[in-house]
């Protein structure tokens, strides 16, 4: 009865039921072939191996007489598809074992248990294609990328031990390891899954090789893959098509895709540290605290949810709770190096700026002791680039971003290849952040002649991709810099075109930037009612992130000065409040609370 009603989920007309045990050093296999409708068995099966070596041939020898049970023809085999199931993947059975186990592990997200089991495949049987492929995945999840060109490297010099559908697979994966060939990576997968369209590794793998361009196909791809195919179960695919439904901005249908798997699998945090975040979106916030606390009772020993609750009290401008939460954490998690960034970034929203700062060196000491890999310390100093670049320090960020383009050169270095696709996302992020610095210190024809370098290692393909990521947007540096030079009307003209090229959820960490940068160009445009509506627009993000708190805070100074302008003195009143407010506690002398001060005097005595 349980096979019956397993089959029928699966949507089986027939399976095999058997065991198998040794004698005499032999393994022998018996197995029972059954119609799932009726229970009936079919035919009963036997195969022997001398040992556990011959295993895999009697697997093969099994697999033909299935076929000749079920009356499926015999034809001729065509090598280039087909090989003996143990040159496929291993002949190797503790190696097999090892596989296997790492496939589930990296589907739960579990990476590094992953690797250390894959790394126990290939010690095992240095030849193994596929497990170098899952190796290479798995560190790029860790953001070693160096190891991740290494092992689909050598994963690729053994494809031609693999059949046909997996070798597509290989050559798949490492053409995307490039930008100048992910066009080729696509080709390559979408011929890999219209030959075998049953194949989960061939369509998961397509689905990477869309995310670079065609969200709609990927999202076409991955339901086939769920539901099609009946992968409901799968964690990792339900991840990423709640990622791809939220990078188009359909918010619903991505919560949706997380409730999915959170009544799946109820204990697992991340599915409510998600649906947090997206109820967040739909501006459900009492239902997105509900869902951040359940992520924290979850996993009560694990700092990174509590981090979580206190970046939604930030957001909420309940900065007090906020704190309190990270100080708790730090009474008991003393040596949580992540917490200095989120404590800098809650010190940006009150106008902290020294605070913020002062945590600055003693942050990049730890992370270097840490001993981060070269991208993850580029990510560390493009943090408090960032940081400096919006308290008013611009030659302080353009130094923290040449040094973590440094490190981005360290690891281009090692790979020997400035086009490798992580890296070149990397390069041209530290750029594009360089190029706003130097507008800043008025160094324009340096921020021009970064530009045009900036412009010629964006991909052709990549430029006529209507979904974006930020380190692609040529028009967003253009209109910047045209705002540096007070051509005011081509400012906004580029400065529009590259936010609706990014519009999008995946990009919530630069949105206050772009808008902030965008809104700056209409009031000096004198088009007050678009300021208005782009500084306020500000205010409405509610997204995960620790970066732009000091852009989000001054936007309510900002938007009051507007209203000011437009004679709404009422809401103008009511902005310099909010933003008193925010930066009650702010560092002494900051231009804006005097002014703010002032003016809302001002406007409380008219």
């Known amino acids: ?48 191996a001398p040992d556990k070596d011959g295993i895999y041939n009697s697997i093969d020898s099994l697999a033909k007489k299935i076929k000749s049970a079920l009356n499926i023809p015999e034809q001729p085999i065509d090598e280039a598809v087909y090989k003996m199931v143990g040159e496929v993947y291993t002949r190797n059975p503790r190696a097999l ?16 248990k992953a690797i250390k089991s894959l790394e126990k495949a290939v010690e095992l049987d240095s030849e193994f294609a596929m497990a170098y492929r899952m190796l290479g995945d798995n560190y790029d999840h860790l953001g070693d990328y160096f190891k991740k060109y290494q092992y689909l490297t050598k994963a690729y010099q053994l494809k031609d031990k693999l059949p046909e559908k997996d070798r597509l697979v290989v050559e798949g994966s490492l053409y995307l390891l490039r930008e100048e060939t992910i066009p080729k990576a696509m080709d390559v997968l979408k011929k890999a899954v219209a030959k075998y369209p049953d194949d989960f590794l061939a369509r998961y793998s397509l689905v990477d090789a869309l995310s670079w361009g065609d ?39 991505a919560r949706e895709c997380y409730e999915t798997m959170a009544n799946a699998n109820p204990s697992d945090p991340d599915n409510h540290k ?41 957001l909420e401008d309940e900065l007090e709770k906020s704190r309190e939460i990270l100080e708790g954490i730090r009474k008991v998690y003393k040596d949580d190096v992540d917490l200095d960034r989120e404590f800098a970034a809650l010190e940006m929203f009150e106008g902290k700026f020294r605070e913020a700062l002062s945590l600055e060196e003693e942050n990049e ?24 670049l919006q308290t008013g320090h611009p030659i302080k960020a353009l130094e923290k ?50 530009g045009k370098e900036f412009e010629r290692l964006v991909p052709s393909h990549q430029k006529r991709t209507a979904k974006k990521c930020f380190c692609y947007d ?35 960490w630069t949105m206050r930037f772009i808008l902030d940068t965008l809104a700056d160009a209409y009031q000096l445009g004198g088009r007050l009612d678009k300021a208005a509506e782009t500084y306020a627009r500000i205010h409405e993000l509610r997204t995960d992130s620790t970066d732009w708190g000091a852009v989000y805070a001054r936007s309510y100074y900002k938007l009051g000065k507007i209203y000011e302008q437009m004679g709404k003195k009422p809401e103008a009143r009511e902005e310099y409040r909010k933003f ?27």
Not at 103 to 110: K, M, P
Not at 221 to 230: A, D, F, S
Not at 239 to 249: N, P
Not at 407 to 433: P, W
Request: glycine share 6%; hydrophobic share 40%; charged share 30%.
């Open 1 to 48: 009865e349980e096979l019956r009603n397993i089959a029928a989920e699966g949507g089986a007309t027939h399976v095999i039921s058997g065991n198998y045990f040794t004698a005499g050093g032999k393994f022998i296999v018996n197995l029972s072939l059954i119609d799932a409708k009726t229970g009936t068995v079919l035919k009963p099966l036997e195969e022997e």
């Open 97 to 112: 074992q090892y596989y296997i186990e790492a496939v589930r592990l990296d589907q739960n997200f579990e990476y590094n």
């Open 215 to 253: 969200i709609d196909l990927m999202i076409k791809e991955l339901e086939t893959l769920i539901y099609g195919q009946n992968q409901t179960k799968s964690k990792a695919a339900y991840s990423r098509l709640a990622g791809a439904y939220y990078a188009k901005g359909d918010y619903i249908k």
């Open 274 to 314: 998600e649906l947090g975040w997206l109820f967040m979106l739909e501006k459900k916030f009492d239902t997105a605290l509900a869902e951040f606390e359940k992520a924290v009772s979850l996993a009560p020993d694990d700092p990174y949810f509590k981090r979580v609750l206190a970046r939604f009290y930030y």
């Open 365 to 388: 000491k730890k992370e270097k002791d840490r001993g981060r890999t070269p991208l993850s310390m580029d990510s560390v100093l493009q943090f408090w680039g960032r940081v400096n």
């Open 401 to 450: 971003f040449r040094e973590a383009l440094e490190y981005v050169k360290k690891e281009e270095d090692r790979v020997q290849d400035i086009g490798f696709t992580n890296l070149a996302h990397s390069r041209r992020t530290c750029m594009i952040y360089q190029i706003c610095a130097l507008c800043d210190t008025g160094k324009v024809q340096e921020a021009e002649i970064l």
């Open 474 to 508: 040529t028009e967003f540096l253009e209109g910047r810099i045209a705002l540096a030079k007070k051509n005011i009307p081509e400012a906004i003209r580029k400065l529009e075109l590259g936010w609706q090229a990014l519009r999008g959820g995946e990009l919530n």
């Open 580 to 606: 008193l407010d925010l930066w009650k506690n702010a560092d002494p002398g900051l231009p804006e609370v005097s002014d703010a001060k002032t003016r809302l005097a001002n406007l409380s005595v008219s």
